[in-house]
């Protein structure tokens, strides 16, 4: 009989294609998805999903002790993605990511130690960092978030490396880099400017688009976490990131590129508001466990145009919605 993993947030877009990836590699594990069904929820995905008698989908939210508290028992592992993530929502927004992403994760902890629950991985963003404008950044850099949304998160790192430091609890925090692939919610960068594109809608660069991200394929980071479930050490946080970094501005024409259309499709608009210029982290720590990405950015792009191309009746309810 296989693990039997609590994944939060298993209806969006990174905790989904974890659950796939747990369950491709680990066909006798089971998976039960804890999701509040936000707007980032999605119920194609979910549909999809239970199509694997090894997934039991829980609609719950995290802040509710009581769902938290039954869906808990019983379970291996916890793999804690959920949460509020879109930066700009969190500048209109701030309170609900200090709710969901500070005491949802808060009641998670309390939960998986009552019951015992032998590893805890804290799925986070290397925004907590802040703009890094020279080299990289180490896992022992000290926080400098910018936005509400990366300030909530650096909170919940700290109260879950908390956990090990006070009570010795079997935590652990991983800090990726910006995400891309199939199943992404289309309100976010590549997958918009891909469906913008697929609707004769031209795409919004902000600024100038000069600011640079370090670009990650969702398999790969799948694989990591994946493996640190294992192998990652107790109390210590590692980055995960690709090494194919760059311009917003580059990334567009990758896009435009892969969809053979040219700059004229670009429309820049006023920048976001604390836009940090540069993401880097320093991905050593995780290597040295044997990990390394398999994909590059702009195979990886034309991968993800694909999919978004062949599914779009998952995407299209979803910008309709907005």
Same mark, same amino acid.
């Given at each position: 009989?296989?693990?039997?993993?609590? +994944?939060?947030?298993?209806?969006?877009?990174?905790?989904?294609?974890?659950? =796939?990836?747990?369950?491709?590699?680990?066909?006798?594990?089971?998976?039960? #998805?804890?999701?509040?069904?936000?707007?980032?929820?999605?119920? *194609?995905?979910?549909?999809?999903? #239970?199509?694997?008698?090894?997934?039991?989908?829980?609609?719950?939210?995290?802040?509710?002790?009581?769902?938290?508290?039954?869906?808990?028992?019983?379970?291996?592992?916890?793999?804690?993605?959920?949460?509020?993530?879109? +930066?700009? =929502?969190?500048?209109?927004?701030?309170?609900?990511?200090?709710?969901? !992403? $500070? @005491?949802?994760?808060?009641?998670?902890?309390? *939960?998986?130690?009552?019951?015992?629950?032998?590893?805890?991985?804290?799925?986070? /963003?290397?925004?907590?960092?802040?703009?890094?404008?020279?080299?990289?950044?180490?896992?022992?850099?000290? %926080? !400098?978030?910018?936005?509400?949304?990366?300030?909530?998160?650096?909170?919940?790192?700290? %109260?879950?490396?908390?956990?090990?430091?006070?009570?010795?609890? !079997? /935590?652990?925090?991983?800090?990726?880099?910006?995400?891309?692939?199939?199943?992404?919610?289309?309100?976010?960068?590549?997958?918009?400017?891909?469906?913008?594109?697929?609707?004769?809608?031209?795409?919004?660069?902000?600024?100038?688009?000069?600011?640079?991200?370090?670009?990650?394929?969702?398999?790969?980071?799948?694989?990591? &976490?994946?493996? &640190? $479930?294992?192998?990652?050490?107790?109390?210590?946080?590692?980055? @995960?990131?690709?090494?194919? =970094?760059?311009?917003?501005?580059?990334?567009?024409?990758?896009? &435009?590129?892969?969809?053979?259309?040219? *700059?004229?499709? @670009? *429309?820049?608009?006023?920048?976001?508001?604390?836009?940090?210029?540069?993401?880097?982290?320093?991905?050593?720590?995780?290597?040295?466990?044997?990990?390394?990405?398999?994909?590059?950015?702009?195979?990886? @792009?034309?991968?993800?145009?694909?999919?978004?191309?062949?599914?779009?009746?998952?995407?299209?309810?979803?910008?309709?919605?907005?």
């Amino acid at each position: 009989m296989g693990r039997r993993y609590l +994944v939060t947030g298993g209806a969006g877009f990174i905790g989904s294609n974890f659950i =796939r990836y747990v369950l491709e590699h680990e066909p006798g594990s089971h998976v039960t #998805n804890l999701d509040a069904m936000t707007y980032a929820g999605v119920q *194609a995905t979910v549909d999809e999903l #239970n199509e694997n008698r090894n997934h039991t989908f829980v609609r719950g939210d995290i802040r509710d002790p009581e769902i938290v508290d039954e869906v808990m028992q019983g379970n291996d592992v916890v793999v804690h993605f959920a949460a509020e993530s879109h +930066v700009d =929502r969190s500048i209109e927004s701030p309170m609900v990511f200090l709710e969901t !992403n $500070v @005491i949802g994760t808060a009641i998670l902890l309390e *939960a998986a130690r009552r019951h015992n629950i032998s590893r805890f991985v804290h799925v986070s /963003t290397d925004e907590v960092y802040g703009s890094v404008t020279e080299g990289e950044a180490f896992e022992t850099r000290c %926080l !400098n978030p910018s936005s509400p949304y990366s300030s909530s998160k650096a909170a919940s790192d700290l %109260l879950v490396l908390s956990y090990w430091t006070t009570y010795g609890y !079997n /935590t652990i925090v991983t800090r990726c880099t910006n995400n891309y692939g199939p199943y992404q919610f289309p309100e976010k960068i590549i997958p918009l400017f891909l469906t913008n594109l697929f609707e004769g809608e031209n795409i919004p660069l902000y600024g100038d688009g000069s600011n640079e991200r370090d670009w990650l394929f969702v398999e790969d980071h799948c694989s990591a &976490l994946h493996l &640190l $479930v294992d192998a990652g050490q107790a109390g210590e946080i590692y980055n @995960i990131g690709s090494g194919f =970094r760059t311009s917003n501005r580059e990334l567009t024409h990758l896009i &435009l590129d892969a969809l053979g259309e040219d *700059a004229s499709r @670009i *429309a820049h608009v006023e920048d976001r508001l604390g836009h940090d210029f540069r993401y880097a982290v320093d991905t050593s720590k995780l290597q040295t466990l044997g990990w390394k990405p398999q994909r590059e950015l702009s195979d990886g @792009i034309i991968k993800t145009a694909d999919w978004y191309r062949r599914h779009d009746r998952w995407w299209r309810p979803l910008r309709e919605s907005r």
